[in-house]
């Protein structure tokens, strides 16, 4: 019996290695339509609830994943090689002199720190950033079709995934070495966490791309496409969207547009980074806590933001899914081992 054992795990070794192999290219897209799958779980049941058609559920909530998360990346990266094309360096150059003849005085309690700025501002080379600029425009432009083909394949896995989670999730529990309990625990805090996450970052971004995308157009910019970058920027922890109201910002200063700069700096701070970010951002937590997760979980904001950190880090802009998700896998195998090491004393 033993032998029989050790010949079957020999053969599932070496066809589970075959197997990574063999679909190695995919596994980052299988991985993160997997987990927009589980995070978008409820949604899917809700939308079955509906239509009592599991393909019609499938459909739907990937055409809302579609529209939601992918369609704006489809607009930004058209809209990119007209920028690149348009690109003009003497933008650059008129906001080095603005802030060169700019006379400002610090405050006295960090007065110290103005030679330094000067000597910045004195350092910053022209050439270099436009070339700089230019360059990541064009390679963004250059990898733009494999982004497409990634995004196409994960919006394909996904709607399998829709169709036949349950399916899955009850063929592994059928597997796995474990109870049942077990293994639901496993599941609910992952899909309970992904659903927090997901939700409140994509909600989130929406609703503060929105926000910029207001005071945009008011200042006669393209204000769909800046409130994208404002979205996309608003994930990135620490700085957020000053990444995109600062060298806005410094673009009207450097027009003479001295007002404007100050109406798009105290609308982006008091307004976005404030009101909605401080005070209406948890409110949404909240809200999708109660509303779309079937069992409410308390996460760990820190513990989320510094996973997000880590996953932009680490896998770049796929890490924001991947960061909570490993993070919070890793969670529950040591809230499952202190399960099983309870049993095991009782």
Known sequence: MNEHRFFLTAIFLAVLYSIVKLYEPFLMIITIASLLAVA?????????????NRYIAAILSTLLLTVLLFGPIVYTLTSIGSLANNFDPAIVEKVQIYLKNFDFQL?????????NITDFIDSINVAQISKTAITYLGSIGKNSAGFLKDMFLIVIFFFFASLNGKAIIEYTKSVMPMDAEEINLVFAEV?????VVFYSILISAIFQGALFALISIYMGYDGLLLGIFYGFASLIPIVGGALMWIPLCAYELAHGNTLSAITIATYSIVVISIIADTFVKPLIIKYINDKFVKTPTRANELLIFFAIFAGLTTFGFWGMILGPAITTLFISILKLYKLLKEKRYM
Not at 40 to 52: C, D, Q, R, V
Not at 108 to 114: E, M, V
Not at 191 to 195: H, I, P
Request: glycine share 0%.
């Open 191 to 195: 899909a309970n966490v992904m659903s």
């Open 107 to 115: 405050p006295t309690s960090i007065a110290f720190l103005q030679p």
């Open 40 to 52: 978008t779980y409820n949604i899917t049941l809700k939308l079955y609830a509906i239509f009592k």
